[in-house]
T-cell receptor, first 114, second 117 residues
Framework: GAVVSQHPSWVICKSGTSVKIECRSLDFQATTMFWYRQFPKQSLMLMATSNEGSKATYEQGVEKDKFLINHASLTLSTLTVTSAHPEDSSFYIC??????????FGQGTRLTVV | AQTVTQSQPEMSVQEAETVTLSCTYDTSESDYYLFWYKQPPSRQMILVIRQEAYKQQNATENRFSVNFQKAAKSFSLKISDSQLGDAAMYFCAYRYAGGTSYGKLTFGQGTILTVHP
């Protein structure tokens, strides 16, 4: 199957700083990438849909200025959590898809803001 | 808007036994896909099985099979000969087959499966 790599797997940052999470499709060109947030023992909540070369589409209730998404190429999308605060601590997962294929998921990133 | 509901927050099964996880969904579309994903403690999402709505035949993958009832909008997962490695959180997911947001999934709440030795 197709491989999606997410980096870093785990990050701790200080409150008020920004942190960037990368999502790469290693062996295919992703037409679309998705970013999810997941709290412990809960479901995945879609944050935004990212298409290469265009602005991301955010789900209702997701702050665009706090969660900056850039999809600069067909193999890379980044999520930047700006001015992070403890309530932003969570597990973030990306997925990538191309055409009619099912979505492939990255390993996820555990963000802890202290 | 489509919704996916998993009414069993937790399930348990004895090793080598069979367990069925329930899922219902709501959509006004006729062409869509349904999935079951497994999320083990590593939290890596793993595709277990996929069902195309236009197919009447239920999908099977080794020990995993589904009971797809389109009219009832029901999509249950049966795990046969349960193994310790099956312990995980299982998510039912829906994807509309049309449009351009390929891969956009709507997830259920998840079911935590415990396998007892």
């Amino acid at each position: 199957g197709a491989v999606v790599s997410q980096h870093p797997s785990w990050v701790i940052c200080k409150s008020g700083t920004s942190v960037k999470i990368e999502c790469r499709s290693l062996d295919f060109q992703a037409t679309t990438m998705f970013w999810y947030r997941q709290f412990p023992k809960q479901s995945l909540m879609l944050m935004a849909t990212s298409n290469e070369g265009s602005k991301a589409t955010y789900e209702q209730g997701v702050e665009k200025d706090k969660f900056l998404i850039n999809h600069a190429s067909l193999t890379l999308s980044t999520l930047t959590v700006t001015s992070a605060h403890p309530e932003d601590s969570s597990f973030y997962i990306c997925s990538a898809s191309y055409f009619e294929r099912e979505a492939f998921f990255g390993q996820g990133t555990r963000l802890t803001v202290v | 808007a489509q919704t996916v509901t998993q009414s069993q927050p937790e399930m348990s099964v004895q090793e080598a036994e069979t367990v069925t996880l329930s899922c219902t969904y709501d959509t006004s579309e006729s062409d869509y896909y349904l999935f079951w994903y497994k999320q083990p403690p590593s939290r890596q999402m793993i595709l277990v099985i996929r069902q195309e709505a236009y197919k009447q035949q239920n999908a099977t993958e080794n020990r995993f099979s589904v009971n797809f009832q389109k009219a009832a909008k029901s999509f249950s997962l049966k795990i046969s000969d349960s193994q310790l490695g099956d312990a995980a959180m299982y998510f039912c997911a829906y994807r509309y087959a049309g449009g351009t947001s390929y891969g956009k999934l709507t997830f259920g709440q998840g079911t935590i499966l415990t396998v007892h030795p």
